[in-house]
């Protein structure tokens, strides 16, 4: 991690973009990953590649994503302390040409002060005239010299005040970056949540078919998905639908992401029915879910009026 943090602010900024990228790249291998896995894609690719090559693209395709996003988190915070450390610098800046100003403004009152005393002298000295009057001319010459020298500084600590400006507004750019960064990252790690008006407005809508039988099963090693199962079966049971025969599966063992309202291939229209506009209606409600098609009943010994309900990973975006 020390390493991270010793980088130039090119070099992070490099880093920066190439996290961005590594999100995009990563997000299309899972998309690709998916589709492969439920079939979507034209047959020659599936004759092409096994299942087991779109459940890697699938693992892959996540922890490239994670990947990703801690290097956005790395390299923007990164990127904000080098701003820090680049207006620290210029404001010490600021202040020693300020110091150096008024330095040369003491050099200007007392060059006139020389001025005036050489004036004097000739005024009281006829025979060291001369000398009073080129004393006077050489006081004057200094007196302009530190006064451009002045303005020379003057317009050092504008330049130094704009570049300020623009480094501040660097900064803030880069607090906003590593900020929605950060929103990301907890969005990543939060778990699926259904608060009780969600709960009890899914069943309202479900309740429109009731009596329908399902099964519902999910992952033995993913708590979330486990808790996000026994909520989507509750709101379910409220919504009249017949309560869970044995599952299809004990365990998931397929790589499913989102809510699965799977049914058999030899089901009537209305079961096919049934399981699309429930994925529908969790779809509508912000839950990732889709409706497909799984083998014929005769194959699995169930009964093609049941739809199985399959609770599959968090989908990553």
Same mark, same amino acid.
Do not use: C, N
């Given at each position: 991690m020390g390493y991270f943090f010793s980088l130039s602010k090119s070099a992070a900024t490099v880093g920066l973009e190439v996290s961005e990228w590594m999100l995009l790249v990563f997000g299309g291998v899972l998309v690709?990953?998916?589709? *492969?896995?439920?079939?979507?894609?034209?047959?020659?690719?599936? &004759?092409?590649?096994? %299942?087991?090559?779109?459940?890697?693209?699938?693992?892959?395709?996540?922890?490239g994503e994670l990947l990703g996003d801690g290097g956005v988190f790395i390299f923007s915070s990164h990127l904000q302390s080098i701003e820090d450390q680049e207006l620290s610098s210029l404001g010490s800046n600021a202040g020693q040409l300020e110091a150096r100003?008024?330095?040369?403004?003491?050099?200007a009152t007392r060059a006139e002060s020389t001025a005036g005393t050489a004036s004097v002298a000739s005024s009281n000295a006829v025979g060291s005239a001369s000398t009073a009057v080129k004393?006077?001319?050489?006081a004057l010459i200094i007196a302009r010299g530190a006064r451009q020298e002045a303005?020379?500084?003057?317009?050092?600590i504008q330049?130094?005040?704009?570049?300020?400006? *623009?480094?501040?507004?660097n900064l803030a750019e880069a607090k906003r &970056?590593?900020?929605? %960064?950060?929103?990301?990252?907890?969005?990543?790690?939060?778990?699926?949540?259904?608060?009780?008006?969600?709960?009890?407005?899914?069943?309202?809508r479900l309740s429109q078919f009731p009596g329908q039988t399902f099964r519902i099963a999910t992952f033995n090693d993913d708590m979330e998905a486990i808790n996000f199962k026994d909520?989507?079966?509750a709101i379910l049971i409220k919504a009249k639908w017949s309560p869970p025969q044995p599952p299809l599966y004990e365990w998931l063992a397929v790589a499913v992401v989102g809510v699965v309202f799977g049914f058999a291939k030899d089901a009537s229209q209305r079961t096919r029915d049934i399981a699309?506009?429930?994925?529908?209606?969790?779809?509508?409600?912000?839950i990732a879910a889709g409706a497909f098609e799984l083998q014929d009943s005769a194959a699995t010994g169930w009964n093609p009026a049941t739809i199985d309900v399959m609770i599959g990973k968090k989908p990553q975006q």
């Open positions: 690709l990953g998916i589709f *492969g896995e439920y079939k979507k894609l034209p047959k020659r690719l599936l &004759l092409l590649w096994p %299942a087991t090559v779109f459940e890697i693209l699938v693992m892959v395709g996540v922890a100003l008024k330095i040369v403004g003491d050099k004393s006077a001319s050489s303005d020379t500084f003057e317009k050092g330049s130094a005040r704009k570049d300020a400006a *623009g480094a501040l507004a &970056l590593a900020e929605e %960064a950060q929103l990301g990252l907890e969005r990543f790690k939060a778990p699926r949540a259904i608060d009780q008006a969600h709960f009890d407005r899914l069943a309202l909520r989507i079966g699309t506009s429930s994925a529908l209606i969790l779809t509508s409600e912000g």
